[in-house]
């Protein structure tokens, strides 16, 4: 399958800080990429939808100034989450889409912890 | 709303056990659908993909789908512990670039 990576896989920052999370599709390219929010024992929760080259469709209640999406190149999508604060700490993920002959798959990168003290 | 339903369990099955998995979904439009495992404090993986009608067979797993129900279901022979998880169903309409997921149900292998 495809493989995609994500950067860092723990992070522990102070309330008010911003931290950044890159996402890479290591042997595709993926135009579209989704990042998802995970808190524990509950269902992911798609955040935004990235797409390279366009500006990221939000979903509704996600605050697109607070979470922001660059998807800079087909290999490459950041999420920053500015002024963290601790009700954002959450297990982050992102997935990207591969599109191929047999069908549109999503595969996932594995995960973010976001700890906000 | 588009809607993808499981039951959330837990749903135990002893080892050597058929752990039988069920979703349904609601938009007709949709195409293409997933099953994915995701271990506590682990982001998913895909399993099994499938888009036309009937068994699609991959090791001990078997995605079945039927589209006049509206109903995916995965069966996994001879369940291990190690297969103890949630698996979480998706339905994906072609051109749409988003895949619409159930809650998950929770599967867990009795040794």
């Known amino acids: 399958g495809a493989v995609v990576s994500q950067h860092p896989s723990r992070v522990i920052c102070k309330s008010g800080t911003s931290v950044k999370i890159e996402c890479r599709s290591l042997?595709?390219?993926?135009?579209?990429m989704f990042w998802y929010r995970q808190f524990p024992k509950q269902s992911l929760m798609l955040m935004a939808t990235?797409?390279?080259?366009?500006?990221?469709?939000?979903e509704q209640g996600v605050e697109k100034d607070k979470f922001l999406i660059n998807h800079a190149s087909l290999t490459l999508s950041t999420l920053t989450v500015t002024s963290a604060h601790p009700e954002d700490s959450s297990f982050y993920i992102c997935?990207?889409?591969?599109?191929?002959?047999?069908?549109?798959?999503?595969?996932f990168g594995p995960g973010t912890r976001l700890t906000v003290l | 709303q588009k809607e993808v339903e499981q039951n959330s369990g837990p749903l135990s099955v002893p080892e050597g056990a058929i752990a039988s998995l069920n979703c349904t979904y609601s938009?007709?439009?949709?195409?293409?659908f997933f099953w994915y495992r995701q271990y506590s404090g682990k982001s998913p993986e895909l399993i099994m993909s499938?888009?036309?009608?009937g068994d699609k067979e991959d090791g001990r797993f078997t995605a079945q789908l039927n589209k006049a129900s509206q109903y995916v279901s995965l069966l996994i022979r001879d369940s291990q512990p190690s297969d103890s998880a949630t698996y979480l169903c998706?339905?994906?309409?072609?051109?749409?670039?988003?895949?619409?997921f159930g809650t998950g149900t929770r599967l867990k292998v009795l040794a």
């Open positions: 998706a339905a994906y309409t072609s051109g749409t670039y988003k895949y619409i």
């Open positions: 997935s990207a889409f591969f599109v191929a002959g047999g069908g549109d798959t999503q595969y």
């Open positions: 990235s797409n390279e080259g366009s500006k990221a469709t939000y």
């Open positions: 938009d007709r439009g949709s195409q293409s």
């Open positions: 042997d595709f390219q993926a135009t579209t």
């Open positions: 499938i888009y036309s009608n």
